[in-house]
Antibody, heavy 122, light 112 residues
Framework: QVQLVESGGGVVQPGRSLRLSCAAS????????IHWVRQAPGKGLEWVAV????????YYTDSVKGRFSISRDNSKNTLYLEMNSLRPDDTAVYYC???????????????WGRGTLVTVSS | DIVMTQTPLSLSVTPGQPASISCKSS???????????LYWYLQKPGQPPQLLIY???NRFFGVPDRFSGSGSGTDFTLKISRVEAEDVGVYYC?????????FGGGTKVEIK
């Protein structure tokens, strides 16, 4: 079954760190770029970051640059999001999403995980 | 950043009737390659978003043909020819011509 499963969310105090994981199955993980997209409670969608299929290219939205780091381990079919200096406005459901095109960066997604909730609160 | 503006905010539709959602971008989404980087997603209640339409008018696998996308440049439309109960949710347009990828604010579709 083709799927993405996020984990690692939880409640964290402002200024602390958290690492999210996204486990892939049912497709050749190492051949696709993967994105992180987040959704604050009751709000719309916000793209966060993307990593190319081989990990050589990474892009971030401005609000997380210098604080978040995207990485992947293709031997484990797993994507990561290291989040540092967390702020209350980082509170959201974080989705990983598979890029559409094999061995390329098409900049849109055709498969989403169910998300993991991160709550930043004291 | 490119701003994506969707209208209306919400839509209440009788089953079997058509529905239309507008999406306008603050810059042209036409790439020099000739492709236009405009996408439509549907987030059903309690679910992650799912891809409906890519590059303005191409239906993704398994998307019913009652869904159609059109438009060019900065003005785009998603149409549902005959709304069904399973179409309820929030519809988002998204641009990817330049990072950061940005989404419209969403249009909530409900059944009357």
């Amino acid at each position: 079954q083709v799927q993405l499963v996020e984990s690692g969310g939880g409640v964290v105090q402002p200024g602390r760190s958290l690492r999210l994981s996204c486990a892939a199955s049912g497709f050749t993980f190492s051949s696709y770029a993967i994105h992180w997209v987040r959704q604050a409670p009751g709000k719309g969608l916000e793209w966060v970051a993307v990593i190319s299929y081989d990990g050589s290219n990474k892009y971030y939205t401005d609000s997380v640059k210098g604080r978040f780091s995207i990485s992947r381990d293709n031997s484990k079919n797993t994507l990561y999001l290291e989040m540092n200096s967390l702020r209350p406005d980082d509170t959201a459901v974080y989705y990983c999403a598979k890029d559409r095109i094999h061995l390329w960066l098409a900049w849109y997604f055709d498969l989403w995980g169910r998300g993991t909730l991160v709550t930043v609160s004291s | 950043d490119i701003v994506m503006t969707q209208t209306p905010l919400s839509l209440s539709v009788t089953p079997g009737q058509p529905a239309s959602i507008s999406c306008k971008s603050s810059q042209s989404l036409l790439h020099s390659s000739g492709r236009t980087h405009l996408y439509w997603y549907l987030q059903k209640p309690g679910q992650p978003p799912q891809l409906l339409i890519y590059e303005v008018s191409n239906r993704f696998f398994g998307v019913p043909d009652r869904f159609s996308g059109s438009g060019s440049g900065t003005d785009f439309t998603l149409k549902i020819s005959r709304v069904e109960a399973e179409d309820v949710g929030v519809y988002y347009c998204m641009q990817s011509i330049q990072p950061p990828l940005t989404f419209g604010g969403g249009t909530k579709v409900e059944i009357k």
